[in-house]
């Protein structure tokens, strides 16, 4: 990778590093505050993700957890 293009991902890396931070932030304190948290922590990792392997590994892992807990509820006891 030559340095010229390597500084130009430097905008779009700070610029979704800033947006998922807030969104992630946002979600977080939507925990205890009234909002929707559900949306918003999603949102954060999902743009986290595009840079960060982090965010994508939690992501997935929510996803799973997400989809074994509907499994869970639909399955008649």
């Given at each position: 990778?030559?340095?010229?293009?390597?500084q130009?991902?430097?905008?779009?890396?700070?610029?979704?590093?800033?947006?998922?931070?807030?969104?992630?932030?946002?979600?977080?304190v939507?925990?205890?505050?009234?909002?929707?948290?559900i949306?918003?922590?999603?949102?954060?990792?999902?743009l986290?993700?595009?840079?960060?392997?982090?965010?994508?590994?939690?992501?997935?892992?929510?996803?799973?957890?997400?989809?074994s807990?509907?499994r869970?509820?639909r399955?008649?006891?």
């Amino acid at each position: 990778m030559s340095t010229e293009s390597s500084q130009v991902n430097w905008p779009k890396r700070i610029i979704i590093s800033v947006l998922g931070g807030t969104f992630l932030l946002l979600g977080v304190v939507m925990i205890v505050l009234p909002g929707p948290a559900i949306v918003f922590i999603p949102a954060g990792l999902a743009l986290l993700a595009v840079e960060y392997d982090f965010a994508r590994n939690w992501l997935l892992r929510m996803r799973r957890w997400l989809s074994s807990r509907a499994r869970r509820r639909r399955m008649p006891e």
